[in-house]
């Protein structure tokens, strides 16, 4: 198997600890670079993007600030493998997107409970308008 299906392989998986299974591969890349397999030029900026999208799926705080360090560890590194790219910026931008909308959407949905209006079914609406709209959903 070549590295970037191993990583693409967590990419794939809901498990809630895919982001620290790819990054804990991407460590274990700059180990056999460091060590064992100096040839590899491992890891690249395929490697780092890869392990940033896992990240990006699991929709937590903790992956927005993961995905920004990885970030932050490609801009600072030595490696002429290591450039970030175009994908490197859009999942930094993806994760801190996704963050403020989550953000958004409990805020409003606090909000919206907290004066009597309810989003989902069986809870209570502000108008037969809303009932009506919540009853065919």
Not at 42 to 59: E, F, G, H, R
Not at 103 to 128: A, K, P, Y
């Amino acid at each position: 198997l070549h590295y970037i299906q191993v990583m693409d392989a967590y990419a794939r998986t809901d498990t809630p600890r895919a982001g620290r299974l790819a990054e804990a591969f991407l460590r274990h890349l700059h180990h056999l670079a460091d060590g064992d397999r100096p040839d590899l030029n491992l890891p690249d900026t395929v490697s780092y993007n890869i392990a940033m999208k896992v990240w990006c799926k699991q929709k937590t705080r903790e992956a927005a600030e993961q995905t920004e360090r990885l970030l932050e560890e490609m801009k600072a590194s030595d490696s002429s493998n290591v450039r970030p790219d175009m994908f490197s910026y859009s999942s930094k931008f993806s994760a801190r997107l996704l963050l403020k909308r989550v953000s958004l959407l409990r805020s409003f949905e606090t909000r919206s409970r907290n004066i009597g209006v309810g989003f989902f079914r069986n809870e209570r609406s502000c108008c037969d308008t809303c009932r009506g709209a919540a009853s065919r959903s």
